[in-house]
């Protein structure tokens, strides 16, 4: 299998979902559990079993930013 930058991306979503799945939080507010639920949808995307459907770092770093930080 050849290294690439899609290898990394899965590894990120594999980090992001142990992070979010693994805490134990009090309920969210709606916004928030909005939020963790779109956060976990990008994560998963980041797994694709094909690496060419997987986003780039650069997709998944501004759909972050745009989601988390709105343009005002």
Same mark, same amino acid.
């Not at 805490?23 to 928030?32: F, K």
């Not at 956060?39 to 690496?51: F, Q």
């Given at each position: $299998?050849?290294?690439?930058? %899609?290898? @990394? $991306?899965?590894?990120?979503?594999?980090? #992001? &979902? +142990?992070? &979010?799945? @693994?805490?134990? &939080?009090?309920? !969210?507010? !709606?916004?928030?559990? +909005?939020?963790? $639920?779109?956060?976990? %949808? &990008?994560?998963? #995307?980041? =797994?694709?079993?094909?690496?060419?459907?997987? !986003?780039? $770092?650069?997709?998944?770093?501004?759909? =972050? #930013?745009?989601?988390?930080? !709105?343009?005002?």
């Amino acid at each position: $299998m050849k290294v690439t930058e %899609k290898c @990394d $991306m899965y590894s990120f979503g594999v980090l #992001a &979902l +142990e992070d &979010l799945l @693994d805490q134990r &939080l009090s309920p !969210p507010s !709606p916004q928030v559990e +909005e939020v963790v $639920m779109w956060i976990i %949808k &990008l994560a998963i #995307a980041c =797994l694709h079993s094909n690496p060419q459907s997987r !986003p780039s $770092m650069h997709r998944v770093s501004q759909q =972050l #930013a745009n989601k988390i930080i !709105p343009q005002r």
